[in-house]
C-alpha cells in the first residue's frame, strides 16, 4: 500500500507559478513510478507529467510542456510539479499517482494508487 497527499495548490492569478508536492508513505517510494493529473470542471481526469523511480525519466503532457516541471526526492518521499505561467485553463483538481513500476507510466489505468487531489484555480 502506499498513501499519498497532495498539498501546495490554491488561488492564484494567471502567470503565477505554484509548487505542488505530495508525499508517499508505505511501499518503497524509490520502487515507484509517479504521476500527476487533472481533472478541470466538467472534464475527464488526463495526466499531466509522469517520472520514473529515480528521476532520469520525464514525460509530459503537449498541453504543459516547457511550464511544468515534475522532479522527486526519494529521500524525502516527494514527488513535486512545478506549475509556471498557469492560465485559467490550469484550473482543476490535481491528483499525484503511483505505479508499481520502475519506469515511467504514462497511461492513468497504470497507476495503483492515487491522493486525494489539490485544488488549483487561476484567475483572469
Known amino acids: 500500500q502506499v498513501q499519498l497527499v497532495e498539498s501546495g495548490g490554491g488561488l492564484v492569478q494567471a502567470g503565477d507559478s505554484l509548487k505542488l508536492s505530495c508525499a508517499a508513505s508505505?511501499?518503497?517510494?524509490?520502487?515507484?513510478?509517479m504521476g500527476w493529473f487533472r481533472q478541470a470542471p466538467g472534464k475527464e481526469r488526463v495526466i499531466v507529467a509522469a517520472?520514473?523511480?529515480?528521476?532520469?525519466?520525464?514525460y509530459y503532457a503537449d498541453s504543459v510542456k516547457g511550464r511544468f516541471t515534475i522532479s522527486r526526492d526519494n529521500a524525502k518521499n516527494t514527488v513535486y510539479l512545478q506549475v509556471d505561467s498557469l492560465t485559467p485553463e490550469d484550473t482543476a483538481v490535481y491528483y499525484c499517482a503511483a505505479a508499481r513500476s520502475f519506469g515511467i507510466v504514462p497511461i492513468e489505468g497504470k497507476y495503483d494508487y492515487w491522493g486525494q487531489g489539490t485544488q488549483v484555480t487561476v484567475s483572469s
Open positions: 508505505g511501499r518503497t517510494f524509490s520502487n515507484t513510478a
Open positions: 517520472i520514473n523511480w529515480s528521476g532520469s525519466s520525464t
